[in-house]
């Protein structure tokens, strides 16, 4: 407190002064998600002492994040994703009894209304790849068939490029298609072996981090998406064992349980792989 009896901001007061604003918000989550982050923030400032032409320089980076995001793009997103929080929210959300499948996120390039086909279907529809055949159960954690779940399943092509990212090169649907599992739990398809491939790097985002040498690409992955009557739907993804980039996932994505072993097959590849689904908590029923 100065002499004149009005509180003076400094150094060691600074998060302590804007606290004491937000206290007198109106009460809510908001207030107190704000106090947090800027405790967080003054201590950063605090730590690592940028000088005013530093401190311009970080809010010129977000200004251009801001500016280099809309409908299409979103460089926000991108830097939550490569810097883990995005994973990290979605570790905290879905956190799955052991021995059930792990979650991981949805990635940007799902579609809502791929087509249900029949099992065995191929959803190459071009063709161009090493044939990759999928086979799998979905199970409960007693390792009992879950007959009658819905597979959904998008991926990248053999040049690691999503459908509706070259919608002039590539047939519309392709790659991806919703099965139904038999009485057995099992599901099988043909497609092609994915590739891995490199987060946008043209962005604020992506050249701050290649600057860095960062992590910038994903090894090759499946996307499923699996839900069941009275189970929490699963959102995960399937990478292969022996990508070199499997412990450096751009989005932070592999767990072990969500490592594949894609075996060669005379002229092409074969992957086994099943989900074991966790109970929907009451309330939360297939969310
Ligand atoms: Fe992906």
Do not use: C
């Amino acid at each position: 407190m100065s002499q004149t009896g009005i509180p003076s901001f400094n150094e060691a007061n600074s998060a302590e002064m804007v606290a004491q604003r937000l206290s007198k918000a109106k009460a809510g989550p908001l207030p107190r998600f704000l106090a947090t982050v800027v405790d967080h923030l003054h201590q950063i400032v605090k730590e690592t002492r940028p000088t005013a032409s530093d401190w311009r320089q970080a809010i010129a980076f977000l200004t251009e994040i801001g500016h280099a995001s809309d409908d299409k793009r979103q460089e926000w997103v991108l830097l939550s994703d490569l810097l883990g929080v995005t994973a990290l929210v979605e570790d905290i959300n879905s956190r799955r009894p052991s021995g059930a499948t792990p979650n991981t996120g949805r990635g940007p390039f799902y579609r809502a209304d791929a087509p249900r086909l029949p099992l065995g279907t191929n959803i190459s529809l071009d063709g161009v790849g090493a044939p990759l055949t999928v086979s799998g159960r979905v199970i409960d954690l007693d390792g009992m068939p879950i007959p009658g779940s819905t597979v959904e399943t998008w991926q990248a092509n053999a040049q690691g490029f999503y459908e509706n990212q070259q919608p002039d090169l590539q047939p519309e649907f392709n790659l991806r298609g919703v099965f139904i599992t038999d009485r057995d739990g099992r599901f099988h398809y043909r497609t092609v072996k994915p590739t891995g491939y490199g987060v946008p790097d043209d962005g604020p985002v992506g050249q701050m981090l290649g600057r860095l040498n960062y992590p910038l690409s994903r090894p090759a992955h499946l996307h499923f998406l699996i839900r069941a009557d009275n189970f929490e739907t699963l959102t995960t993804q399937v990478f292969e064992r022996g990508d070199p980039r499997l412990g450096e996932d751009a989005l932070f994505g592999v767990k072990p349980e969500l490592v594949g072993d894609f075996k060669r097959v005379g002229d092409g590849w074969s992957l086994d792989f099943s989900f074991v689904m966790a109970m929907a908590r009451k309330g939360n029923l297939a969310a």
